[in-house]
């Protein structure tokens, strides 16, 4: 996948706590919950950049996850806060692309890695080509420029 390089790098973080509901009986995270992490960094970095769910629906587009992907290094545990980061990769094709870390809140370690892929549906359940115009104004509001 080709990214377009930009002098502003778009990153938002969260910090959280593993709840008892997620972990198997070694109190360790299931594997099924990163996706759940994954999910509360792009809703926070919606809300830090105003690419919310809603905004894109209020503009007539789904943007549905089409590709994912995990890297564990070490266990996520019970009882123990982590914080994930989530970076906007831009590319010249109509999608958004963001890279993920979880990183141990006291030691600062690495524990997981990712990547996920979304595209652009319209209400019709059409993928669209084309960067919707929305998208288009966004990236230029946060000067990701093609070049």
């Known amino acids: 996948m080709?990214?377009?390089?930009?002098?502003?790098e778009l990153k938002a973080s969260k910090e959280f706590d593993i709840r008892f509901s997620e972990v198997d009986?070694?109190?360790?995270?299931?594997?099924?919950?990163?996706?759940?992490?994954f999910e509360d960094a792009r809703e926070e970095f919606g809300r830090k950049y105003h690419l919310e769910y809603m905004r894109m629906s209020d503009e007539g587009y789904f943007a549905p996850?089409?590709?994912?992907?995990?890297?564990?290094?070490?266990?996520?545990l019970?009882?123990?806060?982590?914080?994930?980061?989530?970076?906007?990769?831009p590319t010249l094709?109509?999608?958004i692309v963001f890279d993920y870390e979880i990183h141990?809140?006291?030691t600062d370690d690495v524990m997981a890695s990712g990547r996920s892929v979304q595209v652009f549906m319209d209400k019709n359940y059409q993928l669209v080509w084309t960067s919707p115009q929305f998208y288009?104004?966004?990236?230029?509001?946060?000067?990701?420029?093609?070049?």
């Not at 080709?2 to 502003?8: A, E, H, R, S, V």
């Not at 994912?68 to 070490?74: A, C, I, N």
């Not at 019970?78 to 990769?89: A, G, L, N």
């Open 2 to 8: 080709n990214f377009i390089k930009t002098d502003i």
């Open 25 to 37: 009986s070694m109190k360790v995270v299931w594997h099924g919950s990163y996706m759940l992490y």
């Open 65 to 76: 996850l089409v590709d994912m992907e995990f890297h564990f290094r070490k266990p996520l």
């Open 78 to 89: 019970y009882e123990k806060r982590y914080r994930i980061d989530i970076i906007y990769r």
């Open 93 to 95: 094709s109509a999608k």
């Open 104 to 106: 141990d809140a006291v």
């Open 136 to 147: 288009e104004d966004w990236k230029q509001l946060w000067g990701i420029r093609i070049e």
